[in-house]
């Protein structure tokens, strides 16, 4: 698929289910992917951008960013409290705060530096061990504490798990954030955000859908 055919499809998605594709935003994951296709990608307007890893991230968007006007970058991967400053300085977004000793980090950080960028709280709604997220019983916690410190809190983030239907996890994603006067919903991939656009999403996070396979040279 190329970046205008998954515009359209989302926007499709969206009106089927009653829903403002504006109130949609496609992040493209770029992470691990050829620079030429990156480039590609923002040439055609796009702006919207997720990265995985802050080091990556480093090499990657500085020059891009000195290029492209209006470039907003999303880390969706695991954060490393010893990356966070660094990751403050890069990224728009921050789809994955899981844990109290991060919040805290970042909170301090925001004070020293005066700004500070939005915040998702990554849950795990499959509670498997080898996902980073918060579990879903500990999920409205890790919110009072963001609340607590001011963090600018925009929402929740899940990965479903890969052998179960990930309409269950949406839907439990959208509960856990109602209850929680959540609106923010980062969820949904290049395999399932039609599911994910269905069950309330606001941010689906789209790779190889629009960049093709990843190289991992």
Same mark, same amino acid.
Request: aromatic share 4%; with cysteine.
């Given at each position: 698929?190329?970046?205008?055919?998954?515009?359209?499809?989302?926007?499709?998605?969206?009106?089927?289910?009653?829903?403002?594709?504006?109130?949609?935003?496609?992040?493209?994951?770029?992470?691990?992917?050829?620079?030429?296709?990156?480039?590609?990608?923002?040439?055609?307007?796009?702006?919207?951008?997720?990265? +995985?890893?802050?080091? !990556?991230?480093?090499?990657?968007?500085?020059?891009?960013?000195?290029?492209?006007?209006?470039?907003?970058?999303?880390?969706?991967?695991?954060?490393?409290? +010893?990356?966070?400053?660094?990751?403050? !300085?890069?990224?728009?977004?921050?789809?994955?705060?899981?844990?109290?000793?991060?919040?805290?980090?970042?909170?301090?950080?925001?004070?020293?530096?005066?700004?500070?960028?939005?915040?998702?709280?990554?849950? +795990?709604?499959?509670?498997?061990?080898?996902?980073?997220? &918060?579990?879903?019983?500990?999920?409205?916690?890790? &919110?009072? !504490?963001?609340?607590?410190?001011?963090?600018?809190?925009?929402?929740?983030?899940?990965?479903?798990?890969?052998?179960?239907?990930?309409?269950?996890?949406?839907?439990?994603?959208?509960?856990?954030?109602?209850? +929680?006067?959540?609106?923010?919903?980062?969820?949904?991939?290049?395999?399932?955000?039609?599911?994910?656009?269905?069950?309330?999403?606001?941010?689906?996070? &789209?790779?190889?859908?629009?960049?093709?396979?990843?190289?991992?040279?």
């Amino acid at each position: 698929m190329s970046l205008t055919d998954i515009k359209t499809r989302l926007t499709e998605t969206a009106t089927l289910h009653g829903r403002d594709p504006d109130d949609i935003h496609l992040i493209a994951v770029s992470k691990v992917q050829l620079l030429e296709r990156v480039e590609a990608v923002l040439q055609q307007g796009h702006r919207v951008f997720g990265e +995985n890893r802050v080091q !990556e991230a480093q090499g990657k968007w500085p020059d891009f960013k000195s290029r492209f006007d209006g470039i907003e970058l999303h880390l969706i991967g695991p954060l490393q409290t +010893n990356k966070a400053r660094a990751a403050m !300085e890069l990224f728009d977004v921050i789809h994955t705060v899981d844990r109290p000793k991060l919040t805290r980090t970042i909170a301090r950080i925001a004070e020293e530096t005066g700004t500070c960028p939005d915040i998702f709280v990554q849950v +795990n709604t499959g509670d498997e061990d080898q996902k980073a997220g &918060v579990s879903p019983d500990e999920v409205d916690a890790l &919110v009072a !504490e963001c609340r607590s410190l001011n963090l600018p809190l925009k929402g929740l983030m899940c990965i479903p798990p890969v052998n179960e239907a990930p309409s269950l996890h949406f839907a439990l994603l959208a509960k856990i954030a109602a209850r +929680n006067d959540l609106t923010g919903l980062s969820m949904g991939m290049s395999s399932d955000f039609d599911e994910a656009i269905a069950q309330g999403a606001t941010h689906v996070r &789209v790779g190889s859908a629009i960049f093709g396979a990843r190289s991992y040279a």
